[in-house]
């Protein structure tokens, strides 16, 4: 199901106070995902980013580490709370900050060298409209790359955390729960870029496989990020019967040293074209 774009602004505008108080601790994490991402956008010193579904700054920040002070990285959203936070936490002042629907983008043609969205046009209800007003932003030598997530059942975290949260609640994931996994299977985001008329296309997968600890409570941080909205509401008796769910499921993934969980995820890029 395509969600609409009120309703997609509203879902992201409710998880902002949650990717906030976590921002700092995933930043480090964040950097296994934002390298590979990167190097296959290609990104420059001197560089004009635009990052679009910036969420609270991660992977703006490492771009603009990696710009430097010459390159411009202009962070984009189309939740404004995002951005609040964002600007909390952007205490340098490394960013320019702008609220953006990415199916119209707000920037004259040719005005940046690279396009960079991680993890945010599978919510988007237009996602060809969106690659092709990315394409008309871009300079002629410039080009863009996109992460996604791979299938659902390739995500560890994710799976485990919402069946544990459907078997207290009794209610399935809702449809923005689904739309995380909409580029899962190799290829369907490719078939979009080379529609909206890029060229020298690539597709790049990867897996990661991290031990989590046996003794800290890590899935924390994701639960409240993904379902913070359905936890809140959960009695402290169901809440307690969650973390006991969510337990349960971990020991299938369990080794001597820590949990064993897995992700895997897709990188596509491609250069402007005629």
Same mark, same amino acid.
């Given at each position: 199901?395509?969600?609409?774009?009120?309703?997609?602004?509203?879902?992201?505008?409710?998880?902002?106070?949650?990717?906030?108080?976590?921002?700092?601790?995933?930043?480090?994490?964040?950097?296994?995902?934002?390298?590979?991402?990167?190097?296959?956008?290609?990104?420059?010193?001197?560089?004009?980013?635009?990052?679009?579904?910036?969420?609270?700054?991660?992977?703006?920040?490492?771009?603009?580490?990696?710009?430097?002070?010459?390159?411009?990285?202009?962070?984009?959203?189309?939740?404004?709370?995002?951005?609040?936070?964002?600007?909390?936490? *952007?205490?340098?002042? /490394?960013?320019? #900050?702008?609220? $953006?629907?990415?199916? &119209?983008?707000?920037?004259? %043609?040719?005005?940046?060298?690279?396009?960079?969205?991680?993890?945010?046009?599978?919510?988007?209800?237009?996602?060809?409209?969106?690659?092709?007003?990315?394409?008309?932003?871009?300079?002629?030598?410039?080009?863009?790359?996109?992460?996604?997530?791979?299938?659902?059942?390739?995500?560890?975290?994710?799976?485990?955390?919402?069946?544990?949260?459907?078997?207290?609640?009794?209610?399935?994931?809702?449809?923005?729960?689904?739309?995380?996994?909409?580029?899962? *299977?190799?290829?369907? /985001?490719?078939? #979009?870029?080379? $529609?909206?008329?890029? &060229?020298?296309?690539?597709? %790049?997968?990867?897996?990661?496989?991290?031990?989590?600890?046996?003794?800290?409570?890590?899935?924390?941080?994701?639960?409240?990020?993904?379902?913070?909205?359905?936890?809140?509401?959960?009695?402290?008796?169901?809440?307690?019967?969650?973390?006991?769910?969510?337990?349960?499921?971990?020991?299938?993934?369990?080794?001597?040293?820590?949990?064993?969980?897995?992700?895997?995820?897709?990188?596509?890029?491609?250069?402007?074209?005629?």
């Amino acid at each position: 199901m395509t969600l609409d774009l009120e309703s997609v602004r509203q879902h992201w505008d409710s998880k902002a106070a949650a990717w906030a108080n976590h921002s700092d601790t995933l930043a480090n994490m964040a950097d296994r995902y934002n390298l590979p991402l990167l190097d296959s956008a290609g990104l420059q010193a001197g560089d004009r980013v635009l990052d679009l579904a910036s969420g609270v700054g991660e992977p703006a920040f490492t771009e603009a580490r990696l710009v430097g002070p010459e390159g411009t990285i202009v962070a984009t959203d189309l939740a404004e709370s995002m951005l609040v936070a964002l600007k909390i936490r *952007d205490k340098a002042k /490394l960013l320019h #900050l702008t609220a $953006a629907d990415m199916q &119209r983008l707000p920037f004259a %043609d040719a005005s940046f060298d690279r396009v960079i969205c991680r993890f945010g046009i599978m919510f988007v209800p237009d996602p060809l409209k969106a690659l092709r007003d990315v394409h008309r932003v871009l300079v002629p030598s410039g080009r863009a790359a996109f992460m996604v997530w791979g299938r659902r059942d390739e995500q560890t975290m994710f799976t485990i955390l919402s069946d544990a949260v459907q078997a207290v609640t009794g209610t399935p994931p809702d449809d923005h729960h689904f739309q995380i996994f909409r580029f899962g *299977d190799p290829g369907t /985001l490719t078939s #979009l870029f080379k $529609a909206a008329g890029f &060229r020298d296309i690539t597709e %790049d997968s990867h897996s990661f496989t991290p031990l989590a600890p046996l003794d800290m409570p890590f899935w924390h941080a994701p639960l409240e990020m993904t379902f913070g909205h359905i936890v809140d509401s959960l009695t402290v008796e169901n809440q307690k019967r969650l973390e006991g769910e969510i337990l349960r499921r971990l020991d299938s993934v369990r080794e001597p040293n820590g949990y064993r969980l897995k992700a895997r995820l897709h990188i596509v890029s491609g250069s402007y074209g005629k």
